[in-house]
């Protein structure tokens, strides 16, 4: 048994020595070749019992260098987000392009010149490194103009680090700005997802001493709108919630009139926060307090809202409402509201909601029509339930997959 051992030993050392003397790009090449050499090796210098011992050790060995490779993890923001570099390369500076921009441009241009030139070069990385050669020119200062042609070229093509280094520069400057411009910056910061430094930005807005960089409420209502598009839940609106009724009493205490907009952000806030109470007193403070009054949205938010809580009661009253004011209801609305009935047992009035539905030209979802079969089933009106898929397939309202789906419903209530 030594004696093996020794030979195996010998023949293992010598494939290894053999294996270090060859050159990476022929030991690539080689790999089955030595491969097989080390399987004769194994057979020739070991017994049986030995020899089933390497197999099984390669098989694991195989089996972890898989589970390495092929990780079911999920992997990190910082890989995430090299792989994201990797696949999209940063882009390269045409020359060509950038060179024919500047040789247009007369010998002492002004800050109009140059920003009629950034908005007709249709490369936004040319235009960037425009703007940044232009500051280099003798005689020459950035005004509003470029300043905001800039902005929204990068920010349109989203190339918002090198928008940063622009607003860096708007920031320095205390005397160059105005509202539409830092409008611009927060736009294009809050739809990049960068909440902190577009409210920084306001703040700088609100404390400026150039009263032409004072926010209006055309600033609010892009931070409103902004702050509303982030709640993924109740939990999470209610938390921005806060925030908004914090800008709605500073925009109040400034002077600022709220419009529509505003109170329906307000609205829409409290909705999703799941405050319907408090949406309702917006609602009716609308026209004595703020002296403006409610739109067809208004009432889209506040029925969706009633319809979640179940209060069909009051969700109709608001419905008539609407409609006696020649508003028609959106579709969120409608759904939300025959869902609402059917789950409260009031089935034919849902079915009725269905059908005022229809003939206003909304479109049913299909999450609709099962709950309004589901709940048929269960008040025991299996043959109404029947009735309503034929009408429902006769006036092609559902396709085919959808009426199937809502026929299993139906066999499996029965």
Known sequence: MAATRSAFMSSIFRIATARSLISPKARVSSTNTFSSLFQTAIEVS??????????????????????????????TRSLRRRISKRNNPKPVLDQSKFQETVSKLPPRFTPEELADAITLQEDPLVCFHLFNWASQQPRFKHESCTYHTAIRKLGAAKMYKEMDDVVNQVLSVRHVGSENLYNSILYYFTKAGKLIRAVNIFRHMANSKNLECRPTIRAYHILFKALLGQGNNSYTS????????????????????????????LVKGYVLSLHVNDALRIFHQMGVVYNCQPNSFTYDYLIHGLCAQGRTVNARELLGEMKGKGFVPNGKSYNSLVSALALSGEVDDAVSCL??????????????????????????????????????REKKLVDRDSYDKLMNVLRKDL
Not at 50 to 66: K, W
Not at 370 to 386: N, P
């Open 46 to 75: 070991t017994p049986r019992s030995f020899h089933s011992l390497i197999a099984s050790t390669r098989i694991s060995v195989s089996l972890s260098q898989t589970d390495a490779h092929y990780s079911t993890t999920v992997p």
């Open 238 to 265: 209610h938390m921005y919630m806060e925030t908004i009724r914090s800008l709605f009493r500073q925009m109040v205490d400034s002077g600022i009139e709220p419009d529509v907009f505003a109170l329906n952000c």
């Open 355 to 392: 059908w005022e539905m229809v003939e206003s030209g909304r479109v049913v979802d299909l999450i609709t029509f099962r709950t309004l079969v589901a709940e048929s089933c269960r008040k025991g009106k299996y043959d109404e339930a029947r009735r309503l898929l034929g009408t429902l």
